[in-house]
């Protein structure tokens, strides 16, 4: 079993990873290791608690693969196959998963912040309570993934397939959620406000207590969404290709201006309703960005 082992030799260390045996001085084991391990063979190894600096695992089988706890730092797993290997509890700082198989993965309670799982297959994958702001799951499938109070700030599930997924309690204030497949999706007290949820089919999802403030649903076919009040949509934003339940609408978005408070660096973002317009005007409500102090 693998871990804690040090690269003073890239090539020695990954060969024993993998089990293989080298006829070379052995190495002192250490806190971490990295190097390079395209398309070796690590399935069901005990990696858990192993640090990972800078490696590159493109291509590998590490199906079944224990890394409970592993600290995995700007290592690349692209095109891997993970198929349910265990993550739970790991943090992947600059990690890249970008068209791996992570079908049936653990990644509960996981740091997978800024992390890229663009075109991954997260089939039936869990991230319950995992932390993944601004990570790129543009393209990805998420088909029965279990997203259940994950914070989901800022990320990227555009062009997503998750039909069935679950984002139940899930922190999705400001992800872009555009042209994505959402049928019978569960965001049952989810957080969607400031989201773009433009152009997704929303078939047979529940929106029961989520929050839509802010929530841009333009060309959004939400027509057979379940537990979606008027409360909710109003305040919510659409267009004349937003589908609605029967007996349900939605107001027109409309342009919006930015406003720069000075402040401290890197300012938050954050939607403010613009000033009422009398009762007399017909003109559409309009919305102000305003960058939070």
């Known amino acids: 079993m693998v871990r804690n082992i040090c690269l003073m030799a890239a090539p020695l260390a990954i060969a024993l990873i993998a089990g293989s045996a080298v006829a070379e001085p052995v190495i002192r084991r250490q806190d971490s290791f990295g190097g390079s391990c395209v398309k070796c063979e690590l399935s069901g190894r005990n990696m858990s608690g192993a640090r990972i600096v800078g490696a590159n695992f493109s291509g590998a089988v590490m199906v079944g693969t224990n890394l409970r706890n592993a600290k995995v730092h700007a290592s690349v797993f692209s095109g891997a196959d993970l198929t349910k290997a265990d993550l739970s509890d790991s ?152 589908r609605l339940p029967r007996g349900l609408s939605i107001r027109a978005c409309s342009s919006v201006r930015f406003v720069l408070r000075r402040g401290p660096p890197k300012p938050a973002i954050r939607m403010v309703p613009a000033p009422a317009i009398p009762p007399a005007s017909r003109a559409e409500p309009r919305y102000v960005v305003s960058l939070a102090q």
């Open 91 to 242: 943090a992947m700082a600059g990690a890249d998963f970008s068209g791996a198989n992570l079908t049936g993965v653990r990644m509960r309670s996981s740091s997978a912040n800024g992390v890229s799982f663009g075109a991954a297959n997260l089939t039936r994958a869990d991230l319950s309570d995992s932390e993944a702001t601004g990570a790129n799951f543009r393209k990805a499938i998420l088909v029965g993934a279990i997203l259940r109070s994950a914070n989901l700030q800022g990320a990227d599930l555009s062009r997503v397939a998750a039909s069935r997924g679950v984002f139940e309690t899930a922190d999705l204030t400001g992800a872009s959620m555009s042209h994505g497949d959402f049928s019978h999706a569960s965001f049952r007290s989810s957080d969607l406000s400031g989201a773009d949820m433009s152009d997704s089919e929303f078939d047979g999802a529940d929106f029961r207590n989520a929050d839509l403030s802010h929530t841009d649903l333009r060309g959004a076919d939400l027509s057979n969404a379940r537990n979606l009040t008027q409360d909710q949509l109003d305040d919510a934003c659409g267009d004349p290709r937003t």
